[in-house]
């Protein structure tokens, strides 16, 4: 062989999206370096069957030779349009550091293990010799699969194929207490959380960036896209070709807009900087300080980390969130020398945040021992078996096949893709979806997800609780909706919580149902949330603000006095509990206010898909601190006045309630239970 022979790695990226913290780019440099290897191909290949690839067409054509990237029970796009646009700001960061180290990222669209058989071809039909394909594997049926279809192509062809094991968790698998077996993984977080007593401890050393690469492979050692793809040049044609499928919306009715004056709470762009960047933010503000404190919120940027996003595609990965933390914690660096903890060693927020991070190690370890039973309509318990899209997914038998498993409503075949046929579980699941039901907090959560592909863990729990359990409907049909819409999708950690929220994961307390208003008042008690993404209830007057004294506001300006009155008379600002009971549920407001609002014969206001009955009663006292708020059922525990029909948290502060004891009060027009909701006279 001759000395200018090119001899080529590809490494094919996944969800390891960054130069950083990466063995695979070491490795790489140390082989060249040793001559093993001359060249390195950094190579994504847009899965046609999880992303949607007919906007990359080229313009005389508009046949795709791939079947539309739609999800399998409600045949929702697989991946929406703000993933799709965070995944292509992430791939371009990629690109552009690795441009800067004379190397760069070739994108390329279909499957992957025909993108680099083409390539394999290619080279050796240039008398070039490729030593090596690599990947980084990932949990997931589809993902074993195309590592499975990668590896054959290689081998078929003789080239090495290696399998790198995925480094962005937080505790290494081998330092975990499993015996490098998942079956061995305890089926309660808590149990697995004890076994690694501090977590702090454990994860490993996060790498740094390679100081040189191996050079990329000249243009005539790589195939160009075989037709009828073309692929982007630029970071904005990338991503109008990833979104030209919803340049006409989702499919679906009354699709929300975006209310004036609400802000993202995820308006980060993707990549390994942008991640970075806004890591070193939560350090510096002192939110990782305050995380347990603020982590329930469901309003602005920094009540939680926002770091999922860039976990789930690894432009980050947890241990570089833990090292971070870590220096932090010890002082030994500048960052965040001004905020509260800084070298204080570990406090409530850090402990919160790693907290959380091995929830994210859990999930991923549940997929690996339950394999396809993430996606069976009974979970992980598995009452029933059958699988994902199997022919006994969509028998009509599948929830009835056990006395004891809930009767989950389905949707007729094809789903919400365009043409399909509608039923009654459509038509709420529909409303679900656009933020329609009639239930304030679950209507909030649903419009900011479409339009932004973020929601608090907190309006989650609410939003799949109250799909499953009120509605009754194929928790996979929220799964698959979220897998569309979230911008940190993650195969493990969506399915896995939907599992838990649902009943049939990992959750102890299978039969908790959140009960939505009374969430609302732990959470959102001056109804700010739900008027932020429900712009129709913002006429709702809920904050009571006594007169300000006139010399408060007087033109000379306010003296220290008028000062102290003004901030007396704001700190008395009490909360109209009935119009708050407007805000959370619109069907309890007078047909006056009603009419004033514009919202008189409006279907989720009049019809909405689950009433609640939460009663007003008692002496309306004003007080700053509960704002008249009284919260009704047992775990409640704020005195009289609202009464829930039922027994509130079991403890802890979740909010639900026991399954069989919680429920809500029938009213007119709608049922009340999951089971009888019906809209529109059904
Ligand atoms: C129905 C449902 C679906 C979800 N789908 C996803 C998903 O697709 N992708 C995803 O990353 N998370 C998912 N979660 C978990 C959680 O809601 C998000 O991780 C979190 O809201 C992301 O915001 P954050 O980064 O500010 O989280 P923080 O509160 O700041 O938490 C820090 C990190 O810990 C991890 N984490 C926190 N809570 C969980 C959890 N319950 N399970 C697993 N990891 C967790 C995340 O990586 C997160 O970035 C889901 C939860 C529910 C109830």
């Known amino acids: 062989m001759s000395a200018r022979t090119p001899r080529i790695l590809i490494y094919l990226l996944r969800k390891d999206l960054r130069l950083s913290d990466n063995n695979i780019w070491h490795e790489t440099a140390k082989l060249h370096a040793e001559g093993t290897l001359t060249h390195l191909l950094p190579l994504y290949v847009f899965n046609a069957v999880q992303v949607e690839t007919s906007g990359f067409l080229a313009p005389d054509t508009n046949e795709s030779p791939f079947p539309e990237a739609r999800s399998k029970v409600g045949g929702f796009w697989r991946c929406g349009p703000h993933r799709t646009k965070f995944l292509a700001e992430s791939l371009w960061d990629v690109k552009t550091g690795l441009e800067q180290k004379q190397s760069d990222l070739l994108l390329r669209v279909g499957h992957s293990a025909d993108v680099v058989s083409g390539i394999l071809d290619h080279v050796l039909e240039g008398a070039g010799e490729v030593v090596g394909v690599w990947m980084v594997e990932e949990e997931g049926t589809e993902e074993k699969e195309e590592e499975a279809a990668v590896r054959e192509v290689a081998e078929a062809k003789e080239v090495e194929f290696k399998l790198w094991k995925d480094e962005k968790y937080f505790i290494d698998d081998d330092d975990l207490p499993l015996n490098h077996d998942a079956s061995n993984l305890d089926n309660v977080y808590t149990n697995f959380r004890k076994d690694i007593e501090r977590a702090r401890k454990y994860p490993r050393q996060a790498l740094p960036a390679p100081d040189t690469l191996p050079p990329f492979p000249s243009e005539h050692s790589v195939p160009a ?60 503000s002192g939110a990782m300080t305050r995380y347990k404190e603020t982590r329930n919120g469901l309003l602005g940027t920094d009540y939680s980390t926002k770091l999922s996003a860039f976990l789930a595609l690894g432009c980050l990965t947890a241990r570089q969130v833990h090292a971070a933390l870590t220096v932090f914690e010890e002082g030994i660096d500048d960052i965040g020398a001004d905020a509260e903890g800084f070298g204080g060693g570990e406090n409530e927020g850090t402990a919160a945040v790693r907290v959380e991070l091995l929830w994210r190690d859990y999930m991923r370890l549940c997929v690996r021992k339950f394999g396809a039973r993430l996606f069976d309509l009974e979970g992980f318990q598995g009452k029933i078996g059958g699988g994902y899209g199997g022919a006994s997914a969509s028998t009509a038998e599948e929830g009835a096949a056990s006395s004891s498993a809930p009767k989950w409503k389905r949707i007729p075949p094809g789903g919400m893709a365009p043409g399909g046929a509608r039923n009654n579980a459509t038509r709420a699941l529909e409303a679900f979806c656009v933020g329609q039901t009639g239930q304030g907090l679950i209507d909030a959560a649903a419009r900011e997800l479409v339009l932004t592909g973020y929601v608090s863990n907190r309006a989650r729990q609410n939003a799949a609780s109250f799909l499953a359990k009120h509605l009754g409907l194929d928790w996979r049909l929220g799964a698959e909706w979220y897998e569309c819409m979230l911008v940190d999708y993650d195969l493990a950690s969506n399915w896995g919580n939907w599992q838990y929220v649902a009943g049939v994961g990992t959750d102890p307390r299978a039969g908790r149902v959140f009960n939505p208003v009374k969430q609302a008042l732990d959470y959102d008690g001056r109804g700010e949330y739900i008027r932020a993404w429900v712009p129709e209830l913002r006429g709702i007057q809920v904050v009571m603000t006594p007169a300000i004294p006139a010399a408060a506001v007087g033109a000379a300006g306010p003296s220290k006095e008028d000062e102290g009155a003004a901030a007396a008379a704001a700190a008395a600002t009490t909360v109209h509990q009935e119009r708050l009971m407007w805000v959370y549920q619109a069907w309890r407001m007078p047909e006056r206010e009603k009419r004033r609002l514009g919202l008189k014969g409006v279907d989720w206001v009049e019809k909405p898909l689950v009433k609640i009955q939460f009663s007003v009663e008692g002496p309306k006292k004003p007080s700053p601190k509960q704002h008249y708020l009284h919260r009704g059922g047992r775990g409640g525990g704020a005195g009289p006045g609202f009464r829930g029909r039922g027994r509130g948290s079991p403890g802890g502060g979740s909010g639900a309630s026991s399954s069989g004891s919680w429920r809500s009060a029938g009213g007119s027009g709608a049922g009340s239970s999951a089971g009888s909701w019906r809209r529109g006279g059904g």
């Open 225 to 284: 896209q075989p037709g009828p793809f073309v692929i982007p040049t630029t970071l904005e044609s990338l991503i109008s070709a990833l979104n030209e499928p919803f340049s006409e919306g989702l499919g679906l009715a009354n699709q929300p807009q975006m209310p004036p004056e609400t802000t993202s709470a995820h308006p980060f762009s993707g990549g390994e900087t942008a991640g970075r960047e806004r890591l070193n933010h939560l350090i510096r």
